[in-house]
């Protein structure tokens, strides 16, 4: 082949204590393309791209960089051979600059001396460059994630490196802020950039990507010309199997009211939302990173105190101060970041599952260990969680199978009426994904209440029954099953006059 | 751009808010008793905390990774005894030299420190507090129960004596010199990322092991220095000196708003808050308060000043939000 | 919605007492028999009475290092207890000898020891951004500030106080055969303490906040409430250590307790609790402390200077701590040369 | 489970290496103790001759001198017993009593007696509390106090007591019930007495003056400052003397620096500071000697460590100041214990008993409470200290 190649590597295998994170992959890539890289959460993007950033070193394979073989030693090497990446998640330091986020490790230093100013003047021609509304002085802990990921952008920029990585950059941007992206993008490549693009959103991949290459399960499933594969057979590529079964949502007719808030309010946050569900039904509530969702969430839940509001449960209006009046109510939440807050993940699971109701498994205040255990290996095998024994460490299982062990924690809770997951498939593999929705389905039949907050468009558009869907801190429309579009979701995610304010948010 | 107001100014910036205490604190000593504000008591006051003003600089950098170091007071209490004996003895009077020994004996206190916790993944403080007993107990191992007195450290004493104008050259060489390392050197930048964001900073490339262990050992280092300096000033060298100051001087570096948990913090803070827990020590016996009360209020002083620091960032967050459009 | 995998997961826990023996307590109960053997080897003196005879000043401390491990299993820290001790023995020394009976005394003891934990719960709970170290760091100056200014008001000058009615104190420091009363006092708190961090929700939710403090509030567990007791017991307890040392030293002074907050932590410490918070038990606490407290009676009989017991503790201090960071090294390296 | 054995075998080689410590300290510290006695007793020999000039000088003021000569035959055989004589200082790291602690050493060692020497960790009563329990396990035959706490001491002591080891107190005594007698390095009165005159003198009789003392509970200190302020009140002779402030150095050289310049700035009429505490003196006169301030100093010191500045020019800080032979008192202390336990005295008052090369004491009756008075406070002015420095 006579290709241009950048970068080429032949066979990566890369394993984790317990788990193959990548299984002899392959990937090309040519100069001044745009490769798009594809495939569910868990197919090992990430680690994928770690070991082209160096941060991880490879079992197996082979890495060929303009031709020739690398080892990187770290992530200083990958930097120097001229590979930035913008990760998933901002690896930003809170407590510093923005330009100091920028160029930290390739700071402008003449005479031993860092040059803060002509390092804020560039940091200020990078961030001109991305439309972006804060200076290079800031303090990046005290900007917004979408804001964050821009600083991420920019310092990939700022090392004028060959080869560019954007994890899922556009996740947090709004669609002002994702156009720029393309037109940044766009000017890399005609500056002879060669870019890898990881996205979930197939519109980055139509509009940018010349190839695509797909990873599924860690393995290597193939690559494809952008223009000459079908969406379908893309998704299919990617997920496996046909999509249709993806969501397994039955028509259960809803039954009476059975929790509804009125009015809630948290200044800088939320204002004057209201929403309801009924027994048996599964709402979805929707909008941008940043509108509100999950800060409503959880005012309702009590763990953070709204300023106004009125909850009412079973048509009764309850007040709740704290998470466990919300939890005695039977009003149960599996938290969005769920190795932070639904988790903790040096306890065994049997633990993790019996936290909430130790106290009602309890003798006159004592432990009953027994009964703990016996209800925990209950709940896990009643999810299914792959898992040996129910002492081993919430930390040694997959993101899938975490997640199923917050939802054993929940079920765990006899008195559950209303179920509010809050990104419940977010990072976990298709399997579980589609479990995790086969639970939903069924619990919805049982006649509980369930909230879902999602960003993904659709498996918010295949389980909710009605869709709220906020924007900048208000409830801007409500959806019913029968009407919903992505289209009509993005309309109303948007801030009306978006384009106008420069995508400020 | 907005015009910010006087409040947000304040909760911006830390050294602003920490100057107007120090100014009303100036002005209320100043005013019950006058000759606070001569020269020579300002003079005095960075004479008789130079120690801490130096230490300070140490832990800034040590709380900048987010770490402690409680053992500082037992380096400085090894590093003084022992250049104090070399002088008793007879062995050495070079005043040099004697500097030059006592921050190696601190160099090589701080890298044990950093050593294990960077490479052994222990907790700081239980290192250092580790330390605290050993160095402690060293400095009364080899004093054999003899002090280094005047008389010994004649000579040498002279370089801290009171209007000598060696230890103020020391405070402001290192002053400078932290200042501009801190935020005009990578090394110094390092140190805050280590802190700000421990895996990021593995992620890029730096290699955070060595950056502990050099910061531990900076402030051994320090601490190694102050224990001749102490010498020097005090003209005395016991074993027992300068037993639980270490407070002290993190207490001056979080009223100088170093943050605990690592990345946020600035020489120029430090400075502030070392200069208050120095001025409160001085001033309490000037204004008439009854020397039984001084600890008191030292306490007292010292827990406002921290609490106040809560109370207004809360309310400063607070206006931000409810100033948010919906 | 049973598994359709029918997948089986074990909830049979393993098998205990080889684990037991392997762990971290069983090697401390080694060195436990080790120390005390140490002592009769070097000793000619060092024999169950003498021993229990040396034991009642430390003893005092012991009460404290229970409720200090429940603050470091929830991942904070108090300096300020050796104030507190100092502080609740002064109160109790100067309410005594102006007119309280003895029993009124021991309340009130007990209860300058309490108030002083609730304050340092109370900021602590409510000023969360604040780290505890330092929150402690200034109550302890103002503790023993109040002890200071007490001495000065209520007592006959100077900074040091003696009760002058013993007889309560007397009956306190009596012994039932060889062994002091606050040897049996050690014992039951101890106890109840151990088997409630080990046994009870409560403990659990200590364990769950430490190791993870949001998802134990996501869980409906009441935190900073848990975080006040938690401050509030060990001030409890500093108030009885308090007690427990007037037995030994009839009287206070500026310097009671000085020191003590680092000896308690470092019995922790060795006792395999960890600082950040989570892990250990007091088990391993109470162990430890009677390591300790046998070393230094053992060395102080064979007259060792004071300050290399110090060194001694310090050293092993480190020790304990590098042990598992050590040995998981070491154990990741045979891995790596065993493949 | 591989990583589980692994922390034993390392816990279990811990405790080994504890052990194996333990035990080479435990065998080198017997032996080394006795070189270090060798070699600290030689230079003490050969002090010891201006020694006793000191306390001939010294004790030409006591009136009972001649009566003791008569006893000294008598006990002089006595004191050749065997036994072991504890003393336990006020703590480690202090040389004061590191001279008192080799006074002591000597005096016991020429009898015979072993010695057991014991610096507290701190200067606090708890330490003290510690080592005297051990002692007690140890069987000693007496049990020589430096008090860091007058009432603190009181349980342990009486345990000892009860245990059957005689109690005595040197330097700062205890409460008197729970100890036979107490070697005072010279009377309250009389130390209080000294001192006031020392500071009527510098003064020229009129004027505002400040005590530096060490810290808030040390009892001596007290004792001294109250004795100087009754005989203010009783003595109109003093009448014009004006006491500003009572500042407490804690015994830390930077405190009582920061004290001692307080003083200077809240009293600028201040004449003279007394500090009769020996960090407090040698903080104050290096901050008084840097300042080139006119304020005069005395107060009780270290020769060794105040030489520096003793002087009459105004170049020194301090004219002249007082103290004891720390090494006599240790001494005297010594011959007590002995005394003590084999039975020639008691610890009643009366009793009579020679006190080796220092000559005979007798126990006195004073304020209530059974004392050996060593002599009067030493004035170590220009003319002497040169003499005096060195040695302790």
């Known amino acids: ?505 | 751009m907005k015009k910010k107001s006087i409040g947000q100014f304040l909760s911006g910036s830390r050294e602003a808010s920490l100057v107007i205490v120090l100014a009303v604190l100036l002005i209320v000593v100043g005013i019950i008793n006058p000759s606070f504000l001569s020269f020579t008591n300002i003079r005095q006051i960075f004479l008789n905390n130079t120690l801490t003003f130096l230490m300070a600089l140490g832990m800034l950098c040590v709380m900048l990774t987010a770490g402690i170091d409680i053992s500082i007071t037992s380096t400085l209490a090894f590093a003084g005894m022992s250049i104090g004996l070399m002088q008793k003895y007879n062995i050495l009077h070079n005043t040099f030299l004697l500097f030059i020994i006592g921050a190696l004996i601190g160099v090589v206190c701080g890298f044990l420190n950093g050593l294990i916790i960077a490479k052994g993944n222990v907790a700081p403080i239980i290192c250092t507090m580790g330390f605290m007993y050993i160095w402690r107990g060293m400095a009364y191992v080899i004093s054999n129960n003899n002090w280094a007195s005047g008389m010994d450290v004649a000579g040498f004493s002279d370089f801290g004596k009171d209007g000598a104008p060696g230890p103020y050259i020391i405070l402001i060489v290192a002053y400078v010199l932290f200042f501009v390392i801190m935020k005009w050197t990578r090394f110094g930048r390092r140190i805050y990322a280590v802190g700000s964001n421990l895996e990021a900073a593995k992620v890029s490339g730096i290699n955070v092991d060595s950056t502990l262990i050099s910061v531990y050992t900076i402030m051994g280092l320090l601490a190694g220095l102050a224990g001749v300096l102490s010498v020097s000033i005090y003209a005395s060298a016991q074993p027992n000196m300068q037993y639980g100051k270490e407070m002290d001087v993190i207490a001056a570096c979080v009223i100088g708003g170093v943050s605990m948990s690592g990345g946020r913090g600035s020489v120029t803070g430090t400075f502030l808050g070392a200069l208050i827990i120095g001025i409160i020590s001085k001033a309490l016996p000037m204004v008439n308060i009854p020397n039984f009360w001084q600890n008191l209020i030292k306490g007292v002083i010292i827990l406002a000043v921290v609490i106040l620091n809560v109370v207004t960032q809360r309310t400063m967050e607070r206006q931000n939000l409810l100033r948010r459009e919906m | 919605m049973a598994g359709r995998s029918g997948r089986e997961i074990s909830a049979v826990p393993e098998s205990g007492i080889k684990e037991k023996l392997v762990s971290w307590e069983g090697a401390l109960v080694l060195i436990l028999v080790g120390v005390n053997i140490l002592g009769v080897v070097i000793s000619p003196n060092y024999n169950l009475n003498n021993v229990l005879r040396e034991m009642p000043r430390y003893l005092a401390e012991i009460f404290m290092m229970f409720g200090m491990g429940y603050i470091l299993v929830l991942g904070d820290i108090d300096i300020s207890v050796g104030a507190l001790v100092c502080l609740a023995g002064t109160v109790t020394v100067l309410s005594s000898n102006a007119g309280a009976p003895f029993i009124v005394a021991v309340v009130i003891c007990l209860l300058v020891g309490l108030l002083g934990g609730m304050l340092n719960g109370f900021i602590a709970t409510h000023f969360t951004e604040l780290p505890t170290m330092i929150v402690t760091l200034g109550t302890q100056i103002i503790f023993r500030g109040i002890a200071e200014v007490l001495f000065e008001t209520w007592g006959n000058g100077g900074g040091t106080a003696s009760m002058t009615d013993t007889k309560g104190l007397m009956l306190l420091a009596k012994k039932v055969g060889p062994f002091p009363i606050s040897f049996f006092c050690v014992i039951i708190v101890g106890i109840i303490m151990i088997t409630v961090l080990a046994k009870t929700t409560f403990g659990r939710k200590l364990y769950a906040i430490g190791s993870n403090k949001t998802a134990a509030y996501y869980a409906g567990i009441k935190v900073e409430r848990i975080r006040f007791i938690c401050y509030s017991l060990l001030g409890l307890l500093a108030g009885l250590c308090a007690l427990f040392l007037l037995t030994a030293t009839f009287g206070s002074n500026t310097t009671t307790g000085q020191g003590f907050e680092m000896e308690v932590i470092a019995m922790c410490v060795f006792g395999g609790i960890a600082t950040t918070g989570g892990k250990g038990n007091l088990i391993g606490g109470f162990i430890a402390a009677f390591i300790i407290v046998c070393l230094r009676i053992a060395l102080g009989q064979r007259n060792i200077n004071t300050q290399v017991i110090l060194v001694i503790i310090g050293l092993m201090l480190i020790i304990s701590v590098l042990v598992p960071s050590v040995s998981s090294a070491l154990a990741a390296k045979r891995k790596k040369a065993g493949t | 489970m591989k990583k589980k054995v692994l922390s034993v075998l390392l816990a279990a080689t811990m405790v080994a290496s504890v052990l194996a410590g333990c035990g080479s300290a435990a065998q080198t510290a017997a032996p080394a103790a006795e070189p270090a006695a060798a070699e600290e007793s030689a230079p003490a020999e050969d002090t010891a001759a201006a020694d006793t000039a000191a306390a001939d000088t010294a004790a030409a003021d006591t009136a009972d001198a001649a009566a003791d000569t008569a006893a000294a035959d008598t006990a002089a055989p006595a004191a050749s017993g065997g036994g072991t004589y504890a003393l336990v200082t006020k703590s480690a790291g202090n040389p004061f009593m590191e001279r008192m602690a080799s006074g002591f050493q000597e005096a016991v060692e020429a009898s015979g007696g072993t010695v057991v020497i014991q610096n507290p960790e701190a200067a606090t009563p708890d330490a003290q509390i510690s080592v005297v329990q051990s002692l007690i396990s140890q069987g000693v035959s007496s049990i020589a106090v430096d008090g860091n706490d007058a009432n603190a001491l009181t349980a342990v002591l009486t345990e000892a007591k009860d245990a059957g080891i005689k109690i005595l107190t040197l330097d700062s005594d205890v409460a008197p019930d729970t100890r036979t007698v107490y070697c005072n390095q010279a009377g309250v009165s009389q130390i209080g007495q000294t001192l006031m005159e020392a500071v009527y003198d510098l003064t020229g009789g009129e004027g505002d003056w400040a005590i530096l003392s060490a810290t808030s509970q040390a009892t001596n200190q007290n004792a001294w400052i109250d004795a100087m302020k009754s005989l203010m009140e009783s003595d109109s002779k003093y009448a014009k003397l004006n006491l500003v402030e009572v500042a407490y150095g804690d015994d830390e050289p930077q405190k009582s620096t920061d004290q001692t310049q307080a003083l200077l700035q809240n009293y600028p009429d201040l004449k003279v500071i007394c500090a009769p505490t020996t960090v407090g003196i040698a903080a104050a006169a290096k901050v008084l000697q840097d300042q080139k301030s006119s304020v005069k100093l005395t107060g009780l010191g270290l020769p060794s460590e105040m030489a520096e500045y003793i002087g009459d020019d105004d170049a020194h800080s301090c004219p002249y100041m007082y103290l004891w032979n720390p090494i006599d008192l240790g001494r005297l202390a010594g011959y007590t214990s002995i005394a003590l336990v084999d039975g020639s005295i008691t610890g009643a008052a009366g009793d009579t008993f020679t006190a080796g090369e220092l000559g005979s004491y007798t126990i006195e009756e004073i304020d209530g409470s059974t004392q050996i008075i060593l002599g009067p406070p030493f004035k170590f002015d220009p003319s002497n200290i040169d003499e005096w420095k060195s040695v302790y």
Not at chain 1, 94 to 106: D, Q
Not at chain 1, 122 to 133: G, H, I, P, R
Not at chain 1, 187 to 203: Q, Y
Not at chain 1, 385 to 409: D, E, H, M, Y
């Open chain 1, 1 to 505: 082949m006579a290709e241009d190649l950048i970068l080429e590597l032949k066979g990566i295998t890369k394993i984790f204590p317990g788990v193959k994170a990548l299984n002899n992959v392959h990937f090309q890539l040519r100069r001044g393309e745009v490769h798009a890289l594809m495939g569910e959460n868990g197919a090992g993007k990430s680690t994928f791209i770690k070991v082209i950033t160096g941060v991880h070193a490879a079992e197996e394979g082979h890495m060929f960089l303009e031709g020739s073989e690398v080892h990187f030693k770290g992530p200083k090497d990958a930097q120097e051979a001229g590979i930035a990446a913008v990760y998933q998640h901002p690896t930003s330091y809170p407590t510093l600059s923005v330009t100091e986020n920028i160029f930290m490790g390739h700071e402008d230093i003449k005479s031993g001396m860092i040059q803060w100013r002509s390092m804020n003047a560039m940091a200020q021609k990078l961030l001109d460059s991305l439309d972006a509304d804060f200076k290079p002085t800031d303090e990046v802990g005290t900007l917004t994630i979408a804001q964050q990921q821009m600083v991420e952008i920019a310092k990939a920029l700022s090392t004028n490196a060959k080869i560019i990585i954007l994890d899922e950059p556009t996740a947090a941007l709004t669609a002002n802020e994702s156009e720029k992206l393309y037109e940044i993008v766009e000017r890399l490549r005609d500056e002879g950039k060669s870019i890898i693009f990881i996205s979930h959103r197939f519109e980055d991949m139509y509009r940018l990507a010349t190839r695509v290459t797909v990873f599924r399960d860690s393995q290597y499933i193939g690559t494809y010309d952008v223009n000459g594969i079908s969406n379908a057979d893309l998704i299919k590529a990617m997920v496996g199997r046909e999509i249709t079964d993806m969501y397994p949502k039955e028509d259960i007719k809803p039954g009476d009211e059975i929790f509804r808030i009125e009015g809630m309010t948290r200044a800088g946050y939320f204002k004057d939302v209201s929403f309801d569900v009924k027994a048996g039904e599964i709402i979805g509530l929707t909008g941008l990173v940043g509108a509100g969702r999950t800060e409503t969430i959880e005012s309702v839940c009590g763990i953070t105190k709204p300023d106004s509001g009125k909850i009412f449960l079973e048509g009764k209006e309850i007040t709740i101060k704290e998470p466990l009046d919300a939890m005695k109510a039977g009003i149960i939440l599996l938290p969005e970041d769920r190795q932070k807050q639904g988790l903790i993940l040096s306890w065994g699971l049997g633990r993790n599952v019996t936290l909430p109701i130790q106290e009602e498994l309890a003798k006159n205040g004592f432990n009953d260990e027994k009964k703990e255990r016996n209800l925990a290996k209950e709940r896990l095998e009643e999810v299914d969680t792959k898992a040996v024994t129910i002492f081993q460490p919430a930390s040694s299982l997959s993101g899938g199978n975490q997640q199923k062990v917050v939802v054993a924690k929940a079920l765990a809770q006899s008195n559950m009426k209303v179920v509010i997951m809050d990104e419940p498939t977010k990072g976990i593999d298709v399997g579980a994904k589609k479990e995790i929705y086969e639970i939903m389905g069924q619990l919805a039949k049982k006649g509980y209440g369930i909230i879902m907050i999602s960003s993904e468009m659709p498996e918010i558009i295949g389980m909710a029954d009605r869709i709220f869907v906020m924007c900048n801190g208000r409830v801007s429309g409500c959806l019913q099953r029968s009407e919903v579009t992505q289209e009509r979701i993005l309309e109303l995610s948007m801030e009306k006059g978006d384009a106008k304010k420069g995508g400020a948010a």
